[in-house]
């Protein structure tokens, strides 16, 4: 076999290998699904945050007035 067929047949293979890397990301696994489920608490914890601070500042404005 020369360079160019064996270069062109691991090009190929390795697109392969990646496209089924991709397609095998598609199935959402436990530890998936575990770090979304933290991400969405971090983002709601920070909504919990903001939402109060804007309360402690329309008290501190209440209470100057």
Do not use: F, T, Y
Not at 3 to 13: C, E, V
Not at 20 to 37: K, T
């Amino acid at each position: 076999m020369n360079a160019s067929l064996l270069r062109k047949l691991g090009i190929a293979l390795l697109m392969a290998l990646m496209l089924g890397g991709v397609a095998a990301c598609d199935n959402e696994g436990p530890a998936e699904q575990a770090g979304e489920n933290v991400d969405e608490a971090v983002d709601d914890a920070g909504d919990s945050m903001e939402e109060m601070g804007d309360n402690v500042e329309e008290s501190a404005e209440d209470a100057q007035n």
